[in-house]
């Protein structure tokens, strides 16, 4: 889902790369495959209020199913993963199931436009406010510009709408928000970790499961498990299970090595923007010129701020 948090894992594909491999236009179909898994991502969570699954149960897809198939590769990853701080994995394990429960409660009362702009889209000014409150870091002043164009984009999503905005919308975005601020500090977990795409995977898979098992053992979260069939699980079985826990994490981490993260981030910066086309047809939902328009600021803002970081 956010830019630029698979570059320090690419140096570990771009050794191992055969020839065909390298190809540049591999790279271009894989960040397609990602950019659609991104949009999928905001549709499938925003599509989990008219499914008979609860968020727990989508929740489970989402951790159960990459696990499992990554399992082959734990034995090499084990010694990746022992060196973890453990501060660090608790800031990786923010992306798992508190993301994932705070971003659902957030497309409950939004839309899969909200859902992709104000997680993803985001997520750059959510890294500089917690590097500030943590770190005292400053925000170099080249990066004024691209994050007070994102701040704008967002603002204007929910000001710009033609009808009056609600307090169950406002709730919303507020969990949106939120959700990009623990995405934020995901991002820089993963950062200091240093474990490549698959370790990654396994950490936050793992951790989640188990935290998701124990919540559901003791009824702090609600599971319709049994009443819903497997044709309802295969769209999250495919988007959240497949796409968003395995392909988009190693996928991003390969574009990465074959593109550069510039392009791929740039491109990467479209998902919140197809994510809004797809829910016309497919959710039924209809979106303002406003709502375009701010998507289109805070894209700008994404990749200028992705090519500006990738300057300094």
């Not at 993301?99 to 992709?116: C, K, L, N, P």
């Not at 053992?217 to 319709?224: I, P, Q, T």
Request: hydrophobic share 55%.
């Amino acid at each position: 889902m956010a830019v630029n948090i698979m570059a320090d894992s690419a140096a570990n594909l771009r050794q191992s790369a055969t020839p065909w491999h390298q190809s540049t236009a591999i790279g271009y179909v894989v960040l397609a495959m990602v950019v659609m898994v991104w949009a999928g991502f905001a549709l499938t969570m925003r599509a989990i209020g008219a499914s008979p699954l609860a968020p727990a149960d989508v929740a489970m897809i989402r951790f159960a199913v990459p696990l499992i198939l990554l399992l082959p590769f734990t034995f090499r990853r084990l010694n990746q993963l022992r060196k973890v701080v453990p501060k660090d994995a608790l800031l990786v394990l923010l992306g798992g199931v508190p993301f994932f429960f705070i971003a659902s409660e957030g497309a409950r009362t939004t839309s899969a436009a909200y859902v992709g702009a104000l997680i993803a889209g985001t997520t750059p000014v959510a890294v500089a406010i917690l590097l500030w409150c943590f770190e005292r870091w400053s925000t170099p002043r080249r990066q004024w510009l691209p994050l007070g164009l994102i701040i704008l984009g967002a603002g204007g999503m929910v000001v710009g709408q033609p009808q009056p905005v609600t307090s169950e919308t406002m709730h919303g975005v507020a969990f949106l928000l939120v959700a990009s601020l623990v995405w934020g500090a995901y991002t820089i977990g993963l950062k200091r970790t240093g474990v490549d795409a698959i370790a990654n995977g396994l950490l936050i898979s793992t951790g989640s499961l188990i935290v998701l098992v124990v919540m559901i053992a003791f009824g702090l979260v609600k599971s319709n498990f049994g009443h819903f069939t497997f044709a309802d699980t295969l769209p999250f079985l495919l988007v959240q299970g497949v796409g968003v826990g395995l392909l988009s994490t190693v996928g991003y981490a390969f574009a990465i090595s074959r593109l550069g993260a510039a392009k791929s981030s740039t491109i990467g910066s479209l998902a919140p923007a197809v994510a809004t086309l797809l829910a016309i047809p497919l959710l039924g939902e209809t979106q303002s010129l406003a709502t375009f328009f701010s998507i289109a600021i805070i894209t700008a803002g994404v990749v200028l701020s992705s090519r500006r970081s990738q300057k300094g």
